[in-house]
């Protein structure tokens, strides 16, 4: 059975820093661009960033600069580091494993981020 499990949220004030991680299990990892997706109330799932199964990291345009996305494929996991962290990055976060060749994708329950003073 394939999980995709996060961890990691919390609340945090304006100006701090997070880590969320993401494990997969069940599953061939390297097969998998990896990702982070965002959702807050009323609006829709938003992408934060992605990794690729060779290891290459992209972003949202508006995600530049204060996350970090990274791969450990000794460990079937990624990790979102979230530094200076304002308001607007309140949302739940989700973990996303996608292949196009074998047509599976896969979703974590999500972990909620808080930042709020």
């Known amino acids: 059975q394939v999980q995709l499990v996060e961890s990691g949220g919390g609340l945090v004030q304006p100006g701090g820093s997070l880590r969320l991680s993401c494990t997969l299990s069940g599953t061939f990892f390297n097969r998998y661009v990896m990702a982070w997706y965002r959702r807050v109330p009323e609006k829709e799932r938003e992408l934060v960033a992605f990794?690729?199964?060779?290891?290459?990291?992209d972003y949202a345009d508006s995600m530049q600069g204060r996350f970090t996305i990274s791969r450990d494929t000794a460990k079937n996991s990624i990790y979102l580091q979230m530094n200076s962290l304002i308001p607007d990055a309140t949302a739940v976060y989700f973990c996303?494993?996608?292949?196009?060749?074998?047509?599976?994708?896969?979703w974590g329950q999500g972990t909620q981020v808080t930042v709020s003073s």
């Open positions: 996303n494993a996608d292949s196009s060749s074998y047509r599976r994708s896969y």
């Open positions: 990794v690729t199964a060779s290891g290459t990291p």
